[in-house]
């Protein structure tokens, strides 16, 4: 999916704004990993790029039609296009994994087959291996209120792998992961990306984590675009920056400072967004 901001703008009730002004293209099949602080509005781009929170002010545009003017029947088309991951997945306690995976794919599959699979998994097999490639497998028929936090996190990446989504949108999805395997969970969302020539928009806490496996990097902070570079165009300066409201450490997966010793370009105060 192609996907297009045009000044877009959140504003909550007292004048706060999550969003302020952002505008953000992104061709179909990139990989985008959106950081900044605790804050920053990274969440709420991501409700706006799938259609859960409509702007305030601003457009947005999703291969080239405004969601807002669909009719409804066309908006749920759209919207079971897309693939959300969550921090903390909506799974209800008492589902087993392979009907929580399996239920990636309701959208596409109609409302009999659907509640069919509530009694018997429609495809076993086919949640079995989107569960393997997070190493979660073993845990197939087991309820979701026996799983640890991570393990849960791993279920809703999972059941969006399974989807098999034109746009894929993660929202802290490692949040809850040891290094190793936040790096393979992230992993596997690139190599999905990768294969099927889908779009892909992470926020991510871990600034290492975007680095190593976005060929994009946008830094966002106060609701505005600080900069949009490819990795090798982000200093340590312009992470600095962005973090300078947090403790002063730049986040990586094993909370170190990330060091990167290019220097790159330092934006002029009330300059426009760097490198793009």
């Given amino acids: 999916m192609k996907l297009l901001l045009a000044d877009a703008r959140i504003e ?3 004048g706060r704004r999550a969003l302020d002004g952002v505008a953000l293209e ?5 990989r985008v990993a959106v950081i900044g602080p605790s804050g920053a509005g990274k969440t709420s781009l991501l ?3 799938g259609t859960a929170l409509r702007p305030s002010a601003g457009s947005v545009a999703i291969d ?3 969601p807002w003017s669909l009719p409804r029947s066309a908006l749920r088309r759209l ?3 897309i693939g959300a991951i969550y921090q903390s997945p909506p799974l209800p306690p008492r589902q087993r994994l392979v009907t929580a995976v399996l239920a990636g794919r309701l959208g596409a599959w109609g409302f009999w087959k659907g509640l069919a699979s509530l009694v018997y998994p429609a495809d076993i097999a086919g949640a079995r291996a989107a569960l393997a490639r997070l190493e979660v497998s073993e845990r197939l028929f087991d309820r979701c209120d026996r799983l640890s936090g991570g393990q849960l996190q791993r279920v809703g990446v999972a059941r969006a792998l399974y989807q098999r989504p034109e746009l894929i949108l993660a929202d802290e999805p490692v949040s809850s992961l040891d290094p190793q395997l936040a790096d393979l969970t992230v992993g596997e ?6 294969s099927r020539n889908v779009t892909l928009v992470a926020s991510l806490h871990a600034v290492d984590l975007a680095m190593k496996w976005f060929p994009r990097i946008v830094g966002l902070r106060a609701g505005a675009v600080q900069f949009d570079c490819p990795p090798m165009r982000v200093s340590q300066a312009m992470l600095r920056d962005l973090y300078a409201t947090e403790s002063g450490e730049i986040p990586t997966q094993d909370y170190r400072p990330l060091e990167r010793p290019q220097p790159g ?9 760097l490198c793009r």
């Fill in 64 to 66: 080239g039609a405004d």
């Fill in 189 to 194: 969302l690139n190599r999905e990306a990768r």
């Fill in 265 to 273: 370009p330092r934006a002029a105060s009330g300059s426009q967004p």
């Fill in 79 to 81: 919207r079971a296009r």
């Fill in 47 to 49: 409700r706006v790029l």
């Fill in 12 to 14: 909550f009730s007292g």
């Fill in 26 to 30: 992104v061709a179909r099949g990139e």
